[in-house]
């Protein structure tokens, strides 16, 4: 499912797991709304339509015991009865829920070797081969009782004199498992989350150190740029083999001398290395990494190429927009207004580069530059340049960067 298809909501369910009838208006309100009023309002919509779609017999209850048919869905027989999930996508999707099914050993808990090594690449942003190879790794290092695997059936470690037998399909390990691991190899890197990996951006006295990847996709997401995210890592990739890129380790920000060849992509680096490495290949500015020092009153993160944020100053600088403001003001371009939260909340990488002030939780918001958005909608053919033009010109948020929207327009863009 492409990004412009995506469904607003998501339900993630086990694969190979039978839903309870009885249970899924609850799941299903719950990936819509947050608001306790609208979720129990949904809740009980939804119960009354499952219970006319059984009645009219299209959609048929399973008996949980004998996974058979159920000769009497009705009253608590009917909330008993179950379901395989990839019978109710369709009507998940008339809902704007999006199903993911979880795999057996596919998190988030407990992962197979295969699985654990794929997800850490996919962080890394390695290759498939290279993931593949860290499975070798941690498959060589489970028999060798280095790495802890657990049974699948009871989820406790296998006994040591029983591990010679591990497959990387079967037994599972928890991120915790691995950590260990990597940390008594001294790996220069730890198996996080994507929402860790999102999270606060590592600082080493006052200076960000970017991961490589993240570094990669935020050049490559600034409007204009011209370069795809993959097209620059292959750029990046030949030339750090090459030690034509300044690499630094995760946890002291060290310069590093490697001979590990395709794992560059693992490092880090400052915003003055890779910026050196983006001038010295023959990228002009503005396409530059900011050094974003931390502070008390935001949290650091991808932050946008453009104007500087307004301060006390400069009185004429127009305030960022908060994210509410963003949803109002390009409502209908490409999202409506209550679609555009999800996104913005997301920040994918096509908008992660609008962000002018990064927000902290709890104690600031977002706030974003309107002209990038412009920009990226423009540029990713979402939205044509008049009707964005249009908005800047008739909504009362944006007349104040009307100037700054026609300079962008006239120096990257053309227009009709």
Not at 2 to 7: F, G, M, N
Not at 190 to 201: F, G, K, L, Q, T
Not at 309 to 322: E, F, M, R, S, Y
Not at 393 to 404: E, G, T, V
Request: hydrophobic share 45%; proline share 8%; aromatic share 8%.
């Amino acid at each position: 499912m492409s990004d412009a298809e995506r469904l607003p909501y998501s339900l993630e369910l086990p694969a190979a797991a039978p839903v309870r009838i009885g249970d899924l208006p609850g799941m299903m309100a719950g990936a819509m709304h947050t608001d306790e009023f609208a979720r129990v309002v949904a809740e009980d919509g939804i119960w009354r339509e499952l219970r006319a779609m059984v009645d009219a017999g299209t959609l048929q209850p399973l008996n949980a015991l004998t996974m058979l048919p159920h000769e009497f869905p009705v009253g608590d027989g009917l909330r008993r009865a179950v379901l395989l999930p990839f019978s109710i996508r369709p009507m998940l999707q008339a809902q704007g829920i999006e199903l993911r099914l979880i795999e057996p050993g596919n998190g988030p808990d407990l992962w197979s070797l295969a699985n654990a090594a794929r997800d850490v690449g996919e962080i890394q942003g390695w290759s498939k081969r290279q993931a593949e190879t860290l499975c070798e790794q941690m498959l060589c290092a489970a028999r060798d009782g280095a790495l802890v695997v657990r049974n699948p059936h009871t989820d406790l470690p296998v006994p040591l004199h029983k591990r010679a037998t591990v497959r990387d399909f079967y037994e599972l390990v928890t991120r915790d498992d691995v950590n260990v691991w990597l940390m008594s190899i001294r790996a220069p890197y730890r198996w996080v989350s994507y929402d860790e990996a999102a999270a606060e951006p590592r600082y080493i006295a006052g200076r960000r150190l970017w991961k490589l990847p993240e570094a990669i996709e935020t050049i490559a997401a600034m409007p204009g740029f011209g370069v795809s995210a993959d097209g620059l890592k292959a750029r990046v990739q030949r030339d750090a083999e090459q030690q034509k890129l300044t690499l630094r380790d995760m946890e002291h920000g060290a310069e590093i001398k490697s001979d590990w060849g395709a794992v560059v992509l693992g490092w880090c680096l400052y915003a003055e290395d890779f910026n050196a490495w983006l001038e010295s290949a023959g990228f002009r500015e503005p396409y530059r990494l900011a050094d974003d020092p931390p502070s008390e009153s935001s949290q650091p993160g991808p932050v946008a190429p453009a104007e500087p944020a307004p301060n006390a100053d400069d009185v004429a600088a127009p305030l960022p927009l908060t994210t509410g403001d963003v949803a109002f003001c390009f409502d209908g371009l490409r999202y409506s207004e209550a679609k555009w939260k999800k996104p913005l909340g997301d920040k994918p990488k096509w908008l992660a580069a609008c962000v002018a002030i990064p927000g902290r939780r709890g104690v600031s918001e977002t706030r974003w530059n309107p002209v990038l958005i412009g920009a990226a909608l423009v540029h990713a053919g979402h939205a044509p340049a008049r009707s964005v033009r249009a908005r800047f010109q008739s909504r009362p948020m944006l007349i104040p960067w009307l100037d700054a929207w026609k300079t962008y327009e006239a120096d990257h863009i053309d227009s009709a």
